[in-house]
């Protein structure tokens, strides 16, 4: 089958539906290529937060923020349930040292405009009474809100549907080439696209889709393994991560890992009750390449430091364990933009452990881009040049 469309998007997470759906809503006709089912990759993996303090301040701080906004109308825009809660968020602290160390990240995230401060046990323990009591202090944003990644995909989908996209699932792209203005992109079972433009979403495996056009973007799968308890009534008033959480997201040198074992599985430890009563319990940043299972020992490392923060985690089941590759970019950064030298093509990815969070706000930004509408120079810092200038 040959269509001719406006644009091609090329991966069926929640960066290539939510681009597509902007794309649409801008009028353009959207054809999107997945090589699985939808959501086939991190975006059916992963927690559920819109976790703006753990944004690294700068640009990606300041786009989450956006983000936050649109989600709070996204359930309206797309007539759909998106299970979208606003529960605020803390950063539970063990000692002096990590205090020091959240108390400079809280400052550089409250110059940015978040609202999140350091509360003392006394809060901390009104907020969690099943918190470990050996916590000296905690962050408290009441900004911090999540989302139903599978609701929010299938949100995006059907919208989607309705406004005309052609969706083909089981559909590697496997080919791209250029005649003229034009492009074509070459699928499975026969189907290419015939395109003005074309926007990679491929995730962790966008570096496979450069690869095909001999583009280098630099995107790797960083693996995170979670643990899925049974529905329990909340056990505290908000979400929880640890300081070594953040650590393990932006940098590792700031705090050593308490063992060898934790530092190879790149160990923080994240607690989010998901809007049906489950808890979510994470998670892992490991280097091993595209192999999605969960093991033994990681999740157990998980599960040991869920009894030490909050011991009451003793008496809940396990339902689940799932594994999923964060596409993870060397700055931490997503990569949004067009591809110098390549007209037409553009990209929505790396957006390592923010994209569920990121995805309105990039969506919106590529479809305009695509367009040409809007004005993008703030976001210019996350152009892929920025590596070939290193
Ligand atoms: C353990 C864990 C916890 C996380 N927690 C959070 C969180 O709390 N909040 C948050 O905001 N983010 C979180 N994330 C990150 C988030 O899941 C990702 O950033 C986001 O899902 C990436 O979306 P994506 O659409 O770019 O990639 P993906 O969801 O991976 O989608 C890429 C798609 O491209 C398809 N594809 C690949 N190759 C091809 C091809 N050749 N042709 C066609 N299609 C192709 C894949 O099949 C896949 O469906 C977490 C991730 C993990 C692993």
């Given at each position: 089958m040959n269509l001719k469309k406006d644009v091609c998007v090329i991966g069926g997470g929640v960066m290539g539906l939510a681009t597509a759906y902007y794309l649409l809503k801008s009028g353009k006709t959207v054809a999107l290529l997945e090589k699985?089912?939808?959501?086939?990759?991190a975006s059916s993996s992963c927690d559920d937060m819109i976790l703006?303090?753990?944004?690294?301040?700068g640009i990606v701080l300041t786009l989450a923020m956006e983000s936050l906004e649109m989600f709070k109308g996204l359930s309206d825009e797309l007539g759909a349930d998106i299970g979208f809660l606003t529960l605020g968020g803390m950063i539970i602290i063990e000692d002096e040292k990590q205090l020091k160390i959240m108390e400079d990240f809280v400052k550089k995230q409250v110059s940015y405009g978040l609202d999140v401060e350091i509360v003392g046990r006394d809060v901390l323990f009104k907020k969690?009474?099943?918190?470990?009591?050996?916590?000296?202090a905690s962050t408290y944003s009441p900004t911090d809100s999540q989302v139903n990644p599978m609701l929010l995909m299938r949100a995006f989908l059907r919208r989607g549907i309705d406004m005309g996209m052609d969706l083909f699932r089981?559909?590697?792209?496997?080919e791209i080439s250029k005649s003229g203005d034009h492009w074509k992109v070459m699928g499975g079972n026969d189907v290419s696209v015939e395109c003005d433009s074309i926007v990679i979403?491929?995730?962790?495996?966008s570096g496979q889709i450069g690869q095909l056009l001999g583009i280098d973007i630099p995107i790797r799968p960083i693996k995170g393994q979670i643990a899925i308890t049974e529905q329990i009534a909340p056990i505290g008033e908000t979400n929880c991560w640890t300081a070594a959480y953040i650590a393990s997201k932006h940098d590792p040198s700031i705090l050593p890992y308490k063992s060898e074992f934790d530092r190879e599985i790149g160990l923080g430890f994240s607690f989010s009750r998901a809007s049906e009563g489950n808890y979510l319990i994470g998670s892992t940043r490991e280097?091993?390449?595209?192999?999605k299972t969960t093991n033994f020992k990681a999740i157990s490392r998980i599960l040991e430091q869920t009894r030490q923060y909050?011991?009451?985690?003793?008496k809940v089941n396990i339902i689940r364990t799932i594994a999923g590759f964060r596409p993870g970019t060397k700055d931490g950064s997503p990569i949004i933009g067009d591809i110098d030298g390549y007209p037409g093509l553009f990209i929505a990815a790396?957006?390592?452990?923010d994209g569920i969070a990121l995805s309105p706000v990039t969506g919106k930004i590529v479809a305009e881009m695509v367009c040409g509408t809007g004005e993008h120079k703030r976001v210019e810092?996350?152009?892929?040049?920025r590596f070939s200038n290193n």
């Open positions: 699985g089912e939808v959501g086939n990759g703006l303090q753990s944004k690294k301040p969690q009474p099943h918190v470990a009591r050996y916590m000296i089981y559909t590697p792209v496997e979403a491929a995730g962790a495996w280097n091993a390449g595209f192999d909050f011991p009451i985690m003793n790396g957006h390592e452990g810092e996350l152009n892929l040049r």
